[in-house]
């Protein structure tokens, strides 16, 4: 049985994907050491994340996940050193979680990841649209200052509000606390050697990837216009019928995090001026987690806000957005092309993929930005339609 299992819990937005890239990238070497990265790939984890969190089967819906984290517990308990779990979607889960996750391990220790909450508003929007959201950045924004949590309470009532679920630390650190003791690793401002975070958490398991070479994750972040073509998207796809999930894959690892981050397009990041609720509210986190006691690595000031360099929204333009829906459009047909071509069945070739060219000059920018739009929806529809076909022709 594993002396003692280590459980990074999240927060959303706060290097959990340089650190999971670090884990797996250093696997085989960790094992060495005695500490063991269960599952053969970070999906697992995630499958098994889900499973005790009661889902039956994928986001996409295409495998059963159920006995995941029995299959997970079985491998870690077979360890006899320690052993990380890392998976973000563990912050948000409610009790019975935390008390099965206590059951399944002799030893747990929990790591809560914590960025100061200025930048992590327009990332945790970004993140949310990427998810399939349809809230425009101003109303993510009013909705998660109107309700941030009352940290002055004793049972740190949290917010049942999207951004607050997976950002009130102090939170999900006392939720978490009832598996086992917890660490708080903070990530460093801007600026900062970028291996300070692993530096952390490495302090934490036992290792030292300041001694290792670790390749660099992509997690970039989309662009503000980027990220209001793709909320738009999901409006669309919304309205046909096709709420997200449905296709996820597409619509999230494919679309945005891989076609549309490469666009070379006008866009600029998201900007934000740290407003005072958003220092309040940093300083009544902190607060309520050195009540709490938590092991701390990094600083305390790492977690003042702020501000983020970049654009206002409201200063994007219709004609802005039909530009970069319809650059979008050029390599996500490309790539269905391509998908189509190499698993041709009748009825579903490369013919099939839908066509589309852009208005004339004389269309209005809302007109031209719609239909644009409408587009991409077209080719999203046309590969979901095409997958649960193949779906009902081999069950």
Known sequence: MARRVIIHVGTMKSGTTSLQHALFAHREHLRELGILVPGKSWREQVDAVWDVRGRAWSLAGDRSIGGSWDRLVEEINAWPGSAVLSAELLAPAGTAVVEEVARSFASVEIVVSVRDLNRNLPAMWQEVVQNGELWTWPEFLASAKQMRPRWSLPDLMTSTNRFWKEQDAAAIAKRWSAAGPVHVVTVPPPGGPSEVLLERFGEVIGFGFGDVSTPMSRNASL????????????????????????????????????????LDVDDQPLGLRVAPWVERSARQQVAALQRQGVVLHGDWADLTPVEVSGTDPSTVTEDRIAAVAAATHVPLREWLLERAAVGSRPGWGPETVPQWSPGGSDDAADEAADDAVAALADLIEWAITRTRAKQAADA
């Open 223 to 262: 662009g503000v216009v980027r990220a209001d073509v793709l909320r738009r998207l999901n409006l669309e796809l919304e309205l046909r019928g096709l709420r997200f999930p449905a296709g996820i894959r597409l619509r999230k690892h494919v679309l945005a995090k891989r076609l549309m981050r490469d």
